[in-house]
Nanobody, 121 residues
Framework: QVQLVESGGGLVQAGGSLRLSCAAS????????MGWYRQAPGKQRELVAG???????NYADFVKGRFTISRDNAKNTVYLQMNSLKPEDTAVYYC???????????????WGQGTQVTVSS
């Protein structure tokens, strides 16, 4: 079994900061790309930021210059530092890992359970 567990969400005022963490555990052979997505009420889930195993990053235009994604490969953990938060950043944030499990061939998408981020105006 492979699990991704997010932490770090909460309530913050506009202009504030939060740091999300996502730790992968279980029968993992290797982890390729990891990323953060978000879903606001009534909207589709959207990509926020991604990072490859080599550290190459990509960001959605709406977070460029405000959010930073990073990872610690030794800990199988990905982070999302969110600064200058806006009310429109309010959403459930999900972590995704492209993971090669030990028990079967191939790579698969695994998702965390999500963590709520609420930004008040």
């Amino acid at each position: 079994q492979v699990q991704l567990v997010e932490s770090g969400g909460g309530l913050v005022q506009a202009g504030g900061s939060l740091r999300l963490s996502c730790a992968a555990s279980g029968s993992i052979f290797s982890i390729n790309a990891m990323g953060w997505y978000r879903q606001a009420p009534g909207k589709q889930r959207e990509l926020v930021a991604g990072i490859t195993s080599g550290g190459t990053t990509n960001y959605a235009d709406f977070v460029k210059g405000r959010f930073t994604i990073s990872r610690d490969n030794a800990k199988n953990t990905v982070y999302l530092q969110m600064n200058s938060l806006k009310p429109e950043d309010t959403a459930v944030y999900y972590c995704k890992g492209v993971i090669v499990p030990i028990v079967r061939a191939g790579k698969y998408d695994y998702w965390g359970q999500g963590t709520q981020v609420t930004v008040s105006s």
